[in-house]
């Protein structure tokens, strides 16, 4: 009897972790859609021809699923020394400094928030 028990528990937890897994990973991959495109749309364009935009459209998407979840990372392939360049500032050679171009930072908070989110509502359901 308590072996049928403990079976009948195990199968049932095996199959909840499975479904949270899924979840996880389905969650993370909505959000990571969403903050390419939010990371897309607030990245810095130094004007109006056609190779300016090229900074803009390097970013992309790399969503790593395991056994135990899911992480997401985005990136910009085409030019990926100039992110921390513009996001943070840097000296100029006259002596001076340009302005950092916070664009990525916004994007993070809002995902690691809105993923905390999505992941508890859904796993509630």
């Given amino acids: 009897m308590s072996d049928d028990l403990s079976r ?11 479904s949270v ?11 990571a859609k ?8 607030e990245s810095p364009v130094s004007g109006k021809s ?17 056994r ?3 992480s997401a990372i985005i990136y910009n392939g085409k030019y990926p020394g100039l992110v921390h360049l513009l996001e943070k500032g840097h000296a100029l050679r006259n002596g001076g400094r340009s302005t950092a171009f916070p664009h990525v ?8 928030s809105e993923l905390q989110k999505r992941i508890k509502e859904a796993i509630q359901k």
């Fill in 21 to 31: 897994i899924e979840t996880v990973q389905r969650v993370t991959n909505e959000v």
């Fill in 34 to 41: 969403e903050g390419l495109s939010k990371v897309k749309a």
């Fill in 68 to 70: 135990t979840g899911a």
């Fill in 50 to 66: 056609p190779k300016s935009s090229a900074y803009k459209s390097g970013w992309t998407k790399k969503v790593l699923t395991n």
């Fill in 8 to 18: 009948a528990v195990a199968t049932v937890l095996e199959e909840y972790q499975e």
């Fill in 105 to 112: 930072a916004p994007v993070e908070e809002w995902m690691n």
